[in-house]
């Protein structure tokens, strides 16, 4: 599916793991993700891995003063000590859109019952769309084909487009 803005819409995909940014093993699920969102005619940087913690509130900071309009973190949503993607994202969004993560969940539980874990959150922040998803692939790779229908009417919207209202494609 491409999405219909004016221009292209960039993007950004944050995965956070601890063990990925240490080296202890490979990132598969960001390069899935952007592969998805590649082929639905975003513009992408490379894939970022940051280990959780604070420093995730920065990265996205970052990403939205680089102006993306859409910004994807994979992983750190669970229940586990560590993970604190929502708590970071939580600090830099503007205003929550919890419709989108409530949806997510609402979708992927049916199939994997333990998707109702994931504490991922999404927002707006200045003109960025945040989403948080989890950090397996395959739970990530769901989340954004989920997302993929309604991506161009919400960018639109912040954008002040007309909106593009999804479709059946």
Same mark, same amino acid.
């Given at each position: 599916m491409t999405i219909p803005l004016t221009d292209i819409p960039r993007a950004r995909v944050i995965t956070i793991s601890t063990r990925a940014a240490a080296g202890i093993y490979v990132d598969t699920a960001g390069p899935a993700v952007a592969e998805i969102l590649l082929a639905s005619g975003f513009a992408l940087d490379e894939v970022l891995v940051v280990p959780d913690g604070e420093?995730?509130? &920065?990265?996205? =900071?970052?990403?939205? =003063?680089?102006? $993306?309009?859409?910004?994807?973190? *994979?992983?750190?949503?669970?229940?586990? +000590?560590?993970?604190?993607?929502?708590?970071?994202?939580?600090? *830099?969004?503007? $205003?929550?859109? +919890?419709?989108? =993560?409530?949806?997510?969940?609402?979708?992927?539980?049916? !199939?994997?019952?333990?998707?109702?874990?994931?504490? &991922?959150?999404?927002?707006?922040?200045? !003109? !960025?769309l945040i989403v948080n998803v989890p950090g397996s692939k395959n739970a990530a790779v769901e989340s954004v084909t989920l997302l993929l229908p309604i991506l161009g009417h919400a960018l639109s919207q912040l954008r002040s487009e007309d909106h593009v209202r999804p479709t059946d494609d």
């Open positions: 420093l995730i509130a &920065g990265v996205l =900071a970052d990403a939205v =003063a680089d102006r $993306r309009d859409l910004i994807l973190t *994979v992983g750190g949503t669970g229940i586990a +000590p560590s993970d604190c993607t929502p708590e970071q994202t939580k600090k *830099v969004i503007d $205003r929550e859109v +919890p419709g989108i =993560a409530e949806y997510v969940r609402a979708q992927s539980w049916v !199939s994997v019952p333990s998707a109702v874990l994931s504490r &991922g959150v999404s927002g707006v922040s200045g !003109s !960025s």
